[in-house]
């Protein structure tokens, strides 16, 4: 597989090999949803709580007498039919939102995402990228000059002035391959890897 070598203009200037077990698969859309899923359910915490009909506040006065009113008989108005009730089946903070993903199934789905970016342009390689200073404004102003709105680099090595420069952009993510993740991936418009990130890839997902 042959990938663009993009230029500090965003211009294609060249291509370079690339390994076909990560960047010329088969798209398996049923696996690449899985995997997204799954990234997205492990990542809630499940801290939320609600109340049953023994936790809500309420009197155990029953609320009219059982017959003769024509209304539905009850008991307390902690029941879960009335308003201000406890809940039948509440949230309770340990619930566990997780999914399992075995790592042979992730390593594929990862590959399919970024081959399908492959074929669709959305991929594309730089010699590296780098800032002189923590400026998010010098950072800003390279994705510019490269007609880049909304881009994702996954960088072999990230220094602390390219860390300091993209924290604070919006429509930008710079990583390094090992934090790497699928929805980010299917998020952003336009994927930048770096010569020296390919191989590293190569040994995550081949």
Do not use: C
């Amino acid at each position: 597989m042959q990938l663009e070598l993009l230029n500090e203009q965003g211009q294609a200037t060249a291509k370079v090999d690339a390994p076909d077990t990560v960047f010329a698969r088969d798209y398996n859309e049923a696996l690449v949803h899985q995997i997204v899923v799954a990234y997205q359910a492990n990542a809630r915490q499940g801290t939320r709580a609600q109340k049953d009909r023994g936790q809500v506040k309420h009197s155990t006065k029953k609320p009219f007498r059982q017959k003769g009113t024509g209304r539905a008989r009850a008991g307390m108005t902690s029941s879960p039919l009335w308003r201000g009730g406890g809940r039948i089946f509440p949230n309770t903070p340990n619930e566990n939102f997780a999914h399992k993903v075995n790592k042979k199934m992730y390593r594929a789905g990862m590959a399919a995402i970024l081959s399908q970016l492959a074929r669709d342009g959305r991929l594309a390689v730089v010699d590296s990228i780098s800032v002189e200073a923590p400026k998010t404004k010098l950072l800003a102003q390279k994705f510019k000059a490269m007609g880049l709105d909304s881009v994702m680099v996954i960088a072999d090595q990230v220094d602390e002035n390219l860390f300091l420069a993209s924290r604070n952009l919006a429509n930008a993510l710079v990583v390094e391959p090992r934090y790497v993740d699928p929805l980010s991936l299917v998020f952003y418009k336009k994927v930048l890897v770096t010569k020296g990130a390919i191989d590293q890839l190569k040994e995550m997902f081949a």
